[in-house]
């Protein structure tokens, strides 16, 4: 069992940033992937970033340039770096880590853009 806590999310203004943190127990024994997703309002959850262990990062389209995933193995970490956001990346953001091919959720961080 793995489990998660997201910080960070808040109001934010049109061009604005905001950094994303989650901090996940045990260690990086197993782990396959990182990744942050997130739901809006009436549409369906969707991949934000991941980190494929050992392999390649992977951002949505619809963040590519303005959005960096890291990880820190030594703090069981994984961030989210989101700038220039637009009122179209309000959404309820969720830490998602896959140990032994099983997926844990965090329970979600609200991220809100004013335009």
């Known amino acids: 069992q793995v489990q998660l806590a997201e910080s960070g999310g808040g109001l934010v203004q049109f061009g604005g940033s905001l950094r994303l943190s989650c901090v996940f127990s045990?260690?990086?024994?197993?782990?396959?992937?990182l990744g942050w997703y997130r739901r809006a309002p009436g549409k369906l959850r969707e991949l934000v970033a991941e980190i494929v262990i050992g392999g390649t990062t992977n951002y949505a389209d619809s963040v590519k340039g303005r959005f960096t995933i890291s990880g820190d193995n030594a703090k069981n970490g994984v961030y989210l770096q989101m700038n220039s956001l637009k009122p179209e990346d309000t959404a309820v953001y969720y830490c998602k880590v896959r140990r032994f091919s099983i997926d844990f959720w965090g329970q979600g961080t609200q991220v809100t853009v004013s335009s």
């Open positions: 045990g260690n990086g024994f197993g782990l396959n992937a």
